[in-house]
Nanobody, 116 residues
Framework: QVQLVESGGGLVQPGGSLRLSCAAS????????MGWYRQAPGKQRELVAV???????NYADSVKGRFTISRDNAKNTVYLQMNSLKPEDTAVYLC??????????WGQGTQVTVSS
């Protein structure tokens, strides 16, 4: 059974940083496009950042210049470095692995709270 396990969330003050990790198992990690999404209470899930199997990245406008997505295929892990965090970044952050239209896997999510 495919597993995506997120870690690294927590409580941080505005302006602070966090690094999220998502470890994947039971998939051929290197060929999957990997993404980070987030969902705040009462809001729809939104894309934060994606990194393709070839290493191309794309970001939501709201996080450009502050967040960086990366992947380590040897460790089957995707990361999200989040800097200059704002209260509006508060959400559950979810990891996604996608390959074509057949493979679309989700992790359970990790809570990020930005508050003073």
């Amino acid at each position: 059974q495919v597993q995506l396990v997120e870690s690294g969330g927590g409580l941080v003050q505005p302006g602070g940083s966090l690094r999220l990790s998502c470890a994947a198992s039971k998939i051929i990690f290197s060929i999957h496009n990997m993404g980070w999404y987030r969902q705040a209470p009462g809001k729809q899930r939104e894309l934060v950042a994606v990194i393709t199997s070839g290493g191309t990245t794309n970001y939501a406008d709201s996080v450009k210049g502050r967040f960086t997505i990366s992947r380590d295929n040897a460790k089957n892990t995707v990361y999200l470095q989040m800097n200059s965090l704002k209260p509006e970044d508060t959400a559950v952050y979810l990891c996604n692995a996608k390959l074509g239209i057949r493979n679309n896997f989700w992790g359970q999510g990790t809570q990020v709270t930005v508050s003073s």
